[in-house]
């Protein structure tokens, strides 16, 4: 049998493991990519690590998310981030330049490369054959220190492409009818792989739109082939020398098959509240719509906007329904602006946003109370367009642009119908790219040489190499089911210091103890006793990190959930399972002490510890680790661990 695509690019990085379904495999990685909101934690563990420069092949810092002041905050990671792109060797894009995955895709994505991106939507680019996966802060500092990615090998899924897209049926609807046979579910631990002759009728950012939005089936990652398409895209973008030809054998064995016949797709919307709530158009028709969105890593490109742009060509909007075009890139934004399309639509009743994120994730352009919002985005999830009671839609900028017309949802082949004299704008690409890029900075063009950390930008800790000896006071004892919400709260007023570990710190578990990170503190560290499930929840690092810069040497829990657990290895903390007599009988404020050579033992695979308890009592404890988390854990650290590893050690 022959090879899937995935399964030929993960072999040409792999560095541990085999191909095998569910195992653990290691890859080398390409490219990384970080926005703002991830991008401080990154580049400060970066710091920590101790390394000169980047060591893949290439690395990009983008400032899309927060780019809306409030405070000097924000400005003060922007500068932080530029400044540590020019200090390690990654290109930098300005605040306003445009979304990550937009930006990426023009710039840098390259078929048969790896990527991994502290970003949900990093595997936009699998619509030109790259390898992209979207995966926590640490794990791309790691592979931006040279480490290896380690994830089980998924599933790969053949998604077979045949027939041709009717009038008026686009990209966004092809993704959208994959959410509706699958679910958000439907992806989870499995890569989606395009074939089939229809590939061949989609032009790159068309499949980049369905690539992006694999993210909502819960996909690891999604690709495509490349073929003349992606040849042509290249060229247009002046980057014809990064083209390879990239596909599946012929006789490539897939895990599971789908089809879908392009010709039977129709214009689709995701009702609210969920991205996988969708139904033809003319099923929702006539519902009253008080904003149009066009916008986002979805549909936010040159290609997107300039169908909405051509239906509104010598129309106006309805008066009660506002309309907002926000690129995904500056340079879309540039192109559109001088071939006239921005004054076409401004003349319509179009506002214009800068090129970011912004009302995706609630920044600006919040809808009215108990409205209707059409969004060409790709979530809509209650609550995520700044207020509670919101409707977000989700569709394509064709369909959005049909009820900014019409001021209701309406199938836009019916409004054709009504009109009489509005014609499918198409798909079309510019003859070249030509946006001047002047906010996307080379590492050679760089500013800055050495970072600049305003107030609110702290270090991050590296920890020590496990110690043979390890004892410390129990500092808290937990019940059941403690949240990572519980260890490090997620309001704003507390994230807004996510940039500064030693501050962030400080309200370590005070949900649970107001006074706990002094007592901490003060006691020079210690354990963290727990009932069932400690650290359900978000899979957010700081909940392992802040502990860890308190001094905190370990948990001992009855049990683990299994992020927090994989956190707690990655920040150095040994998580101990102990059964429910042990913990009943440990009391807050107890000595403890793990007996063993707790080095050696965790090194050499040793299972059982022994607890003794204020030099009274004894108990026994549980390691369940598998070989390279047990390095990680006697390293100090998935940080230490790579740091060592560069180091030759
Ligand atoms: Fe995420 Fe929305 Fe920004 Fe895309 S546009 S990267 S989905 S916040």
């Given at each position: ?30 490219q990384?990519l ?67 995955h937009?930006?990426h895709k023009?710039?840098f994505a390259a078929p048969?490369k790896?990527m991994?991106g502290?970003?949900?939507?990093t595997p936009t680019p699998g619509g030109l054959g790259e390898l992209a ?71 790159v950012?068309?499949?980049t739109?369905?690539t992006n ?10 690709i ?426």
């Amino acid at each position: 049998m022959g090879q899937t695509l995935t399964e030929k690019i993960l072999e040409d990085h792999l560095v541990e493991g085999d191909l095998t379904t569910g195992e653990e495999i290691g890859i080398e990685i390409d490219q990384v990519l970080t926005q703002d909101t991830t991008g401080t934690l990154v580049w400060l563990q970066f710091e920590a690590l101790g390394l000169d420069e980047v060591q893949t092949e290439l690395a990009a810092q983008y400032c899309d998310h927060q780019t809306y002041q409030f405070d000097f905050k924000n400005t003060d990671d922007h500068r932080f981030l530029r400044s540590a792109a020019g200090t390690y060797g990654a290109h930098f894009s300005r605040p306003g330049n445009g979304i990550c995955h937009n930006v990426h895709k023009e710039n840098f994505a390259a078929p048969g490369k790896t990527m991994l991106g502290s970003d949900s939507h990093t595997p936009t680019p699998g619509g030109l054959g790259e390898l992209a996966i979207g995966s926590g802060g640490l794990d791309v500092t790691v592979a931006m220190g040279g480490g290896a990615y380690y994830i089980e090998m998924p599933e790969v899924v053949n998604v077979r492409l045949e027939g041709e897209l009717p009038e008026w049926a686009t990209a966004k609807d092809v993704i959208l009818e994959m959410l509706r046979r699958l679910s958000v579910k439907g992806g989870v631990g499995k890569i989606f792989e395009y074939t089939g002759p229809g590939v061949e009728s989609l032009s790159v950012p068309e499949r980049t739109t369905i690539t992006n939005m694999g993210t909502e089936l819960g996909a690891t990652s999604s690709i495509f082939p490349t073929d003349e398409n992606t040849k042509d895209y290249l060229e247009r973008l002046g980057r014809a020398e990064d083209y390879v030809e990239v596909g599946p054998d012929e006789d490539a064995d897939y895990d599971d098959q789908i089809t879908i016949d392009l010709s039977d797709i129709e214009p689709l919307i995701a009702k609210p509240s969920m991205p996988d709530n969708v139904v033809p158009v003319n099923e929702v028709e006539g519902t009253e719509v008080d904003q149009v969105m066009i916008g986002s890593c979805t549909n936010g490109a040159y290609e997107d906007i300039l169908p909405a742009a051509k239906m509104l060509e010598g129309r106006e909007t309805n008066k009660t329904t506002e309309m907002i075009v926000a690129p995904g890139s500056k340079q879309a934004s540039e192109m559109l602006a001088r071939e006239g399309w921005v004054s076409e639509m401004m003349a319509a009743g179009v506002n214009f946003s800068e090129a970011t994120c912004g009302a995706c994730i609630g920044i600006g352009h919040v809808p009215a109370s108990d409205s209707v919002s059409l969004r060409t985005f790709n979530r809509n999830f209650e609550g995520r367009s700044g207020i509670e009671d919101d409707n977000v839609y989700l569709c394509s900028p064709e369909v959005a642009t049909a009820a900014a017309i019409k001021g209701e949802i309406i199938d836009p082949r019916n409004l054709a119908d009504e009109l009489g004299d509005l014609e499918d704008p198409g798909f079309e690409m510019p003859e070249k790219y030509t946006g001047s890029n002047v906010d996307l900075i080379a590492p050679d063009e760089a500013p800055d040489d050495e970072l600049i950390k305003g107030p609110n930008i702290g270090d991050v800790p590296l920890k020590d190499e496990l110690q043979a000896s390890l004892e410390g006071e129990a500092l808290l004892k937990m019940e059941d089911n403690i949240t990572t919400d519980h260890i490090i709260p997620a309001t704003s007023d507390i994230l807004k210091f996510r940039s500064n570990i030693p501050k962030l710190s400080e309200f370590t578990l005070s949900r649970v103890d107001q006074d706990f990170a002094q007592r901490a503190l003060d006691a020079d560290g210690g354990f963290l006793v727990a009932g069932e499930n400690y650290g359900q929840g978000s899979s957010r690092e700081h909940a392992a990190l802040c502990p860890m810069y308190l001094g905190v040497e370990g948990v001992l829990a009855q049990s683990f959930a299994r992020i927090h657990k994989a956190n707690l290895f990655n920040f150095g903390l040994i998580p101990l399972e102990i059964d429910e007599e042990t913990y009943a009988k440990i009391q807050q404020g107890d000595d403890i002490e793990i007996v063993d050579d707790v080095a050696e033992a965790v090194r050499s695979g040793q299972e059982e510890f022994t607890v003794r308890v204020n030099d009274d009592w004894e108990a026994t404890a549980h390691l369940d680790a598998s070989a390279r988390e047990r390095e990680i854990l006697a390293d100090g650290g998935k940080l230490s661990h790579t740091k060592k590893q560069a180091e030759g050690g």
